[in-house]
Protein backbone atom coordinates (compact mmCIF):
# COMPACT_ATOMS: atom_id res chain seq x y z
CA UNK A 1 0.00 0.00 0.00
CA UNK A 2 1.29 3.23 -0.78
CA UNK A 3 2.40 5.57 2.23
CA UNK A 4 3.73 8.68 0.41
CA UNK A 5 2.67 10.68 -2.14
CA UNK A 6 4.52 12.83 -4.27
CA UNK A 7 3.38 16.41 -5.73
CA UNK A 8 3.76 17.36 -8.57
CA UNK A 9 3.58 13.87 -10.97
CA UNK A 10 5.59 15.61 -13.11
CA UNK A 11 7.72 18.85 -13.09
CA UNK A 12 9.74 20.95 -15.52
CA UNK A 13 12.21 23.58 -14.88
CA UNK A 14 14.60 26.11 -16.06
CA UNK A 15 18.20 25.39 -15.03
CA UNK A 16 19.38 27.51 -12.47
CA UNK A 17 15.53 27.75 -11.11
CA UNK A 18 14.94 25.90 -7.75
CA UNK A 19 12.80 22.69 -7.44
CA UNK A 20 10.49 22.10 -5.11
CA UNK A 21 8.98 18.37 -4.57
CA UNK A 22 6.12 17.77 -1.98
CA UNK A 23 5.30 14.29 -0.08
CA UNK A 24 2.41 13.54 2.25
CA UNK A 25 1.56 10.49 4.42
CA UNK A 26 -0.65 8.94 6.34
CA UNK A 27 0.55 7.42 9.37
CA UNK A 28 3.17 8.46 12.02
CA UNK A 29 6.21 7.60 11.21
CA UNK A 30 9.85 6.99 12.66
CA UNK A 31 11.68 8.93 9.67
CA UNK A 32 11.33 9.44 5.97
CA UNK A 33 14.06 9.66 3.44
CA UNK A 34 14.66 10.94 -0.26
CA UNK A 35 15.81 9.01 -2.78
CA UNK A 36 16.90 9.89 -6.31
CA UNK A 37 16.17 7.41 -9.77
CA UNK A 38 18.24 8.23 -13.15
CA UNK A 39 16.39 6.30 -16.11
CA UNK A 40 17.29 2.88 -16.20
CA UNK A 41 19.17 3.09 -12.82
CA UNK A 42 18.31 1.53 -9.46
CA UNK A 43 17.36 4.70 -6.52
CA UNK A 44 20.01 6.21 -4.56
CA UNK A 45 19.47 8.18 -1.27
CA UNK A 46 19.75 11.39 -1.07
CA UNK A 47 18.75 12.29 2.58
CA UNK A 48 16.77 11.03 6.08
CA UNK A 49 15.06 13.26 8.17
CA UNK A 50 13.53 11.85 11.62
CA UNK A 51 10.61 12.37 13.04
CA UNK A 52 12.08 14.52 15.77
CA UNK A 53 13.74 17.13 13.23
CA UNK A 54 11.73 19.85 11.17
CA UNK A 55 14.62 21.02 8.26
CA UNK A 56 17.71 18.97 7.46
CA UNK A 57 20.39 20.21 4.60
CA UNK A 58 22.63 18.61 2.35
CA UNK A 59 24.56 20.65 -0.59
CA UNK A 60 22.01 22.01 -2.62
CA UNK A 61 18.93 19.70 -0.98
CA UNK A 62 16.68 21.12 1.92
CA UNK A 63 14.16 19.06 3.10
CA UNK A 64 11.68 19.80 5.65
CA UNK A 65 9.49 17.43 7.87
CA UNK A 66 5.65 18.48 9.25
CA UNK A 67 4.68 15.61 11.05
CA UNK A 68 1.68 17.80 12.27
CA UNK A 69 0.77 17.54 8.61
CA UNK A 70 2.38 14.56 7.63
CA UNK A 71 4.06 16.14 5.23
CA UNK A 72 7.52 16.63 3.69
CA UNK A 73 9.32 18.67 0.49
CA UNK A 74 12.43 18.43 -0.84
CA UNK A 75 13.98 21.84 -2.42
CA UNK A 76 16.58 21.37 -5.43
CA UNK A 77 18.55 24.91 -5.32
CA UNK A 78 19.95 26.11 -8.34
CA UNK A 79 19.10 23.00 -10.44
CA UNK A 80 21.24 21.72 -13.01
CA UNK A 81 20.82 19.42 -16.01
CA UNK A 82 22.01 16.40 -14.10
CA UNK A 83 19.44 16.66 -11.39
CA UNK A 84 16.90 15.39 -14.18
CA UNK A 85 15.32 12.10 -12.50
CA UNK A 86 12.36 10.68 -10.66
CA UNK A 87 12.43 11.57 -6.52
CA UNK A 88 10.88 8.89 -4.42
CA UNK A 89 10.09 9.85 -0.58
CA UNK A 90 10.06 6.80 1.47
CA UNK A 91 8.76 6.32 4.94
CA UNK A 92 9.34 3.90 7.81
CA UNK A 93 6.20 3.15 10.19
CA UNK A 94 8.25 0.52 12.26
CA UNK A 95 11.43 -0.57 13.40
CA UNK A 96 12.51 -1.11 9.76
CA UNK A 97 12.55 -4.79 8.92
CA UNK A 98 9.41 -4.55 6.73
CA UNK A 99 11.70 -2.32 4.62
CA UNK A 100 10.55 1.35 3.34
CA UNK A 101 7.33 2.31 1.60
CA UNK A 102 7.43 4.22 -1.53
CA UNK A 103 5.64 7.13 -3.28
CA UNK A 104 4.88 7.12 -6.93
CA UNK A 105 7.32 9.42 -7.50
CA UNK A 106 8.16 12.97 -9.00
CA UNK A 107 9.59 13.13 -12.57
CA UNK A 108 11.64 16.37 -12.72
CA UNK A 109 12.97 17.68 -15.94
CA UNK A 110 16.00 20.00 -16.26
CA UNK A 111 15.60 22.27 -19.01
CA UNK A 112 18.89 23.86 -20.31
CA UNK B 1 33.20 -0.52 -5.12
CA UNK B 2 30.84 -2.81 -6.53
CA UNK B 3 27.92 -2.08 -3.68
CA UNK B 4 24.85 -4.40 -4.90
CA UNK B 5 24.82 -6.41 -8.17
CA UNK B 6 21.62 -7.50 -9.72
CA UNK B 7 21.85 -10.13 -12.77
CA UNK B 8 20.69 -10.37 -15.44
CA UNK B 9 20.07 -6.82 -16.40
CA UNK B 10 16.99 -8.08 -19.18
CA UNK B 11 15.04 -11.06 -19.38
CA UNK B 12 12.13 -12.44 -21.22
CA UNK B 13 10.42 -15.20 -20.15
CA UNK B 14 7.27 -17.55 -21.02
CA UNK B 15 4.27 -17.65 -18.56
CA UNK B 16 4.76 -21.20 -16.70
CA UNK B 17 9.14 -20.90 -16.85
CA UNK B 18 10.84 -20.19 -13.36
CA UNK B 19 13.55 -18.35 -13.29
CA UNK B 20 16.26 -16.74 -10.10
CA UNK B 21 17.10 -13.21 -10.44
CA UNK B 22 20.48 -12.56 -8.56
CA UNK B 23 21.72 -10.21 -6.32
CA UNK B 24 24.94 -10.26 -4.33
CA UNK B 25 26.20 -6.85 -1.97
CA UNK B 26 29.90 -6.96 -0.68
CA UNK B 27 29.36 -4.29 1.96
CA UNK B 28 28.43 -7.11 4.75
CA UNK B 29 24.98 -5.70 5.03
CA UNK B 30 22.93 -7.36 7.07
CA UNK B 31 19.76 -6.21 5.89
CA UNK B 32 18.39 -7.22 1.82
CA UNK B 33 15.11 -7.06 0.32
CA UNK B 34 13.60 -6.97 -2.95
CA UNK B 35 10.90 -4.75 -4.60
CA UNK B 36 9.54 -4.46 -7.39
CA UNK B 37 8.47 -1.16 -9.60
CA UNK B 38 5.57 -0.71 -11.55
CA UNK B 39 4.34 1.87 -14.02
CA UNK B 40 2.03 4.67 -11.60
CA UNK B 41 2.93 2.70 -8.50
CA UNK B 42 6.21 2.85 -6.77
CA UNK B 43 8.26 0.52 -5.20
CA UNK B 44 6.31 -2.45 -3.67
CA UNK B 45 8.44 -4.85 -0.86
CA UNK B 46 8.05 -8.33 -1.96
CA UNK B 47 10.57 -9.83 0.41
CA UNK B 48 13.13 -8.86 3.00
CA UNK B 49 15.88 -10.78 5.05
CA UNK B 50 17.14 -9.37 8.28
CA UNK B 51 20.73 -11.47 8.29
CA UNK B 52 21.70 -15.05 6.75
CA UNK B 53 19.18 -17.91 7.23
CA UNK B 54 16.20 -15.03 7.84
CA UNK B 55 13.64 -14.23 5.52
CA UNK B 56 9.80 -13.09 5.80
CA UNK B 57 7.55 -11.88 3.35
CA UNK B 58 6.97 -8.13 2.23
CA UNK B 59 3.80 -6.55 0.66
CA UNK B 60 3.51 -8.45 -2.32
CA UNK B 61 5.33 -11.85 -1.86
CA UNK B 62 2.70 -14.27 -3.87
CA UNK B 63 4.86 -15.93 -6.74
CA UNK B 64 7.94 -15.83 -5.27
CA UNK B 65 10.71 -17.47 -2.89
CA UNK B 66 13.89 -16.25 -1.58
CA UNK B 67 16.39 -17.67 0.61
CA UNK B 68 19.86 -16.49 2.55
CA UNK B 69 22.38 -19.12 3.18
CA UNK B 70 24.96 -16.38 2.56
CA UNK B 71 25.14 -12.44 4.10
CA UNK B 72 26.18 -11.52 0.35
CA UNK B 73 23.75 -12.97 -1.49
CA UNK B 74 20.12 -12.71 -2.22
CA UNK B 75 18.35 -14.78 -4.74
CA UNK B 76 14.53 -14.27 -6.12
CA UNK B 77 12.86 -17.11 -7.73
CA UNK B 78 10.17 -16.99 -9.95
CA UNK B 79 8.20 -20.03 -9.43
CA UNK B 80 6.02 -19.78 -12.62
CA UNK B 81 5.97 -17.07 -13.78
CA UNK B 82 3.00 -14.95 -14.74
CA UNK B 83 2.49 -11.91 -17.23
CA UNK B 84 1.38 -9.90 -13.89
CA UNK B 85 4.89 -10.50 -12.67
CA UNK B 86 6.65 -8.04 -16.15
CA UNK B 87 8.22 -5.57 -14.15
CA UNK B 88 11.58 -3.89 -13.08
CA UNK B 89 13.18 -5.53 -10.09
CA UNK B 90 15.03 -4.08 -7.37
CA UNK B 91 17.26 -5.16 -4.55
CA UNK B 92 18.33 -3.44 -2.10
CA UNK B 93 20.64 -3.71 1.31
CA UNK B 94 21.63 -1.65 4.44
CA UNK B 95 24.31 -2.26 6.93
CA UNK B 96 20.99 -3.26 9.53
CA UNK B 97 17.83 -3.92 9.51
CA UNK B 98 16.38 -0.37 11.50
CA UNK B 99 14.64 2.19 9.51
CA UNK B 100 17.29 4.76 9.92
CA UNK B 101 19.92 3.19 7.55
CA UNK B 102 19.75 3.87 3.65
CA UNK B 103 19.21 1.51 1.41
CA UNK B 104 21.66 0.85 -1.22
CA UNK B 105 19.66 -0.46 -4.76
CA UNK B 106 21.30 -2.14 -7.38
CA UNK B 107 20.55 -0.86 -10.92
CA UNK B 108 17.72 -3.15 -11.48
CA UNK B 109 16.72 -6.63 -13.41
CA UNK B 110 14.23 -5.55 -16.54
CA UNK B 111 11.57 -8.68 -16.59
CA UNK B 112 9.10 -9.55 -19.80
CA UNK B 113 6.69 -12.32 -19.19
CA UNK B 114 5.21 -13.60 -22.41
Known amino acids: SQQGEEDPQALSIQEGENATMNCSYK?????LQWYRQNSGRGLVHLIL?????REKHSGRLRVTLDTSKKSSSLLITASRAADTASYFC????????????FGKGTHLIIQP | NAGVTQTPKFQVLKTGQSMTLQCAQDMNHEYMSWYRQDPGMGLRLIHY???????DQGEVPNGYNVSRSTTEDFPLRLLSAAPSQTSVYFCASSSTWSSNQPQHFGDGTRLSIL
Open chain 1, 90 to 101: ATASGGGADGLT
Open chain 1, 27 to 31: TSINN
Open chain 2, 49 to 55: SVGAGIT
Open chain 1, 49 to 53: IRSNE
